[in-house]
């Protein structure tokens, strides 16, 4: 066990008062406690006063929280879905909008909610970028699809980080240090800073650092009976620099680089079934597997690293605004992965001898991303009737994906087996002992116009209406080699144009109260399918039921959707109440399905709804206490029907079944009370306490089919009868976390804060993982276990 001091932003208080909050017209900085500025519209506005569902979580709710991670923000944001497959690969979802979990060699699937650092996207399907939230002035998620001012990948919603921006007021700064314990027997921390420093009267400069260390909860076992304590350990670390120039005092330019870089030895996955680790082997030990336990022949490796440049520039005038955000993202993601139970059960197929099945296999993917964005937009300025805005957007992404399997020795087993030089025959060009290699380079562009005018009736009753139009072109090619390649410089293109537009109402019926309404368009962009693996479909046998149901699907379409709305803002005395009722309709979700023996991935188009209702209410009925409530039900379903030749549905895409990863009910309550120690000395207390129910959902769309489900497991490897099976229930239940905290706050900025999240040691099955249709292996990811932290922090 190592205790190296770092991070992991002990969850602590997971009060995140996320509830509504009000905005007024101020910096985005500013927050006087009881107001937020959003800019949600791309302009300044009162949270309040957004036409549309949209929930913002301040610096200070952050902080008390001790929230660090997308996930923990999720947890008080009503219909906001966070799937945790590990740091920096988490799935995220919004008011059910959802086609499941996308796998790592999906380099051409595109999200569903767009996420965004200030101005600058940094969105990534599958990776969702673990972001530290040092320093974030707010997170605002945008609830529904916002097609016309965000743009594709928007289609389910937009998570924006906010952060503190440089100013010339004068020095400031903070540091934050925590240490924590997670399942009793490993040591996570962080360590963070932030200074604000005016370089002249008009040139000031901000920096942020930060280090954190993960705790590890996973054990692995061994080949030969050891075991490995804590293997999903890591650490993240990086900084924001920025400096603002205001040559003049309605114009600010802005440049920054941010640098960040995720490292996990492992992933949160415990195990139900692995071809080396079982209960049916006679010949080898029989193993029953432990609550977050694994087998691992290889070490296992996460990382993640992001170099950021942004430029933003905006000028002020009496009349007009402008403003101009450039962006260049630099990213480099590794996941390797012990595939020695996949490369195994081929093998086993093949009838490799054990000596050949017991190759240690590492499955190694690269993503290179390099993307670069301009987007330039002017709005009306000043404070009449007739609002607007207009703008353009381009962006160039090159995304290069790579996969190796690195098996040495495997090459001698696969020339005994089929004849002297096979391997080198069906090398192409890559290198010895990888019985599969595959180089998948992307290139997309996209441009965009966008606008929105709204115009005020009456005193009380606002129309905004926008519209985007956008075009695209991806090209892709594909190169393979190994003993099963998918096919050979394979060249593939796709291009698409559209209109989004969006219609909103507002109408202020008392002081305090608006309700408001919406129907608008969003979209996500289709792409091109991979090449099936051909010679395994169906067993080598040519044009089987296999190939014949996944052959012929070179691309996918556009996925678009109408979302329809209600809703009320609602805002008296300590009382904040928001709520919005829904209906979307899905044409063409890109749904995934795993082309059954043919060891691939298909992306198919279905019709899909979700409806729903969510519900946001804080309170504060006297003073120092501080209640929240947040809510949200959905129904997700299919609304077409996906069917093989002879007539079976495709992998649960059956109308009337459940959209993946969506639960239909999920809460959170949380509650604090502050109250005065030293009233001399002005210190306090506080005392905090949060609850979360998420319900059940199912990971993939075909998990809701024949479940329970038994998996023939057909191997004698490790002298198991070729009947072995396992039977597992698909569906995720559902779980209760609850989390408690107590801190001091002493007058000079100081405080110190103690907690303890996931207090009764909830062990939630987040995801269902298999490996080659559950005959290589069978598990589930998992959350973290009970922590105990302490934090400190120091404003100066």
Known sequence: MNARASMLAGLSCLALASTPAVAQDAPANSYDGNEIIVTATKRDASLQDVPFSINAQTE????????????????????LTVQNLGPGQSQVSVRGVSAGQIARDQPGVKEQVGVYLDESVVSLSLFTPDLDLFDLNRVETLRGPQGTLFGSGSVGGTLRYITNQPNLDGIEGKVEGNVNLVDGDDFGGHLKGAINLPLSPNLAMRAVGYYTRYAGFINALREGGGESEDVNSGERYGGRFSLLWKPAENLSITPRFVYQKVKTDGFNRQEVYNLFANQFTTTRPQ????????????????????????????????????????TYTDRDILVSRDASALTG????????????????????????????????????????????LVGGYYANVKRDYTQRLPTPGYDVFTDARFGAGTSAALANGFGPDSPYNADIPYDLSQIA???????????????????RYYAFDESRRFVSGG????GDNARDKTSSTGFSPRLLLSYDVADGITLNAQASKGFRLGGVNDPLNLPLC???????????????RPRYDDETLWNYEGGVKAQFGGITFNAAGFYTKINNLQVTADAGSCS????????????????????????????????????????????????????????????????K??????????????????????????FQHVGSRYTQPGDQENNPRTFVHGFTFGGAPIGSATTLDLKLPDYQLVNLGAGIEFPNEFEISVYVNNLLDENALLAFDRERGGRARLGFATNQPRTFGVTVRKGF
Do not use: C
Request: cysteine-free; overall charge negative.
């Open 60 to 79: 200070q709710a952050i902080e008390r929280a001790n929230a660090s991670t997308v996930e923990d923000l999720s947890r008080n944001v009503a219909g």
């Open 287 to 326: 193993v029953t597997f432990k609550e977050r336990q694994q087998y691992l022949l290889l070490d296992e490796a996460f990382e993640d690293e992001v170099k950021l440049f942004d430029l933003t520039m905006s000028y002020d005038g009496d009349v007009i605004g402008v403003t101009s955000v450039t």
């Open 345 to 388: 059960s081929v093998s086993a197929d093949l009838g490799f001898p054990v000596a050949g099945i017991l190759l240690p296999s590492n499955l190694v993917d690269t993503t290179g991303v390099k993307q670069f964005t301009q987007e330039l937009r002017v709005n009306s300025a000043g404070t009449g009737p007739f609002q607007w």
């Open 449 to 467: 116009i966008f606008g929105e005018l709204s115009y005020d009736l009456t005193e009380a009753f606002t129309a905004t209406l926008g519209g």
């Open 483 to 486: 003993l099963f390649p998918n």
């Open 538 to 552: 169906d067993g080598g046998v040519p044009n089987g039921p296999d190939a014949q149901t996944f052959s012929g």
């Open 600 to 663: 691939s991935r298909i992306v198919f188009n279905a019709d899909a709804h979700t409806m729903g209702l969510e519900v946001e209410l804080s309170a504060s009925p006297f003073t120092g206490l501080d209640l929240g409530l947040s809510g949200s039900y959905v129904e997700a379903e299919f609304d077409s029907t996906l069917t093989r030749p002879n007539g079976t549905v495709i992998e649960g895409i059956r109308e009337g079944n459940r959209l993946p990863s969506v639960p």
């Open 665 to 690: 009910f999920q809460m959170a309550a949380n509650a604090t009370y502050s109250f005065p120690i030293d009233a001399s000395s002005d210190t306090n207390a506080f005392v905090t306490a949060s």
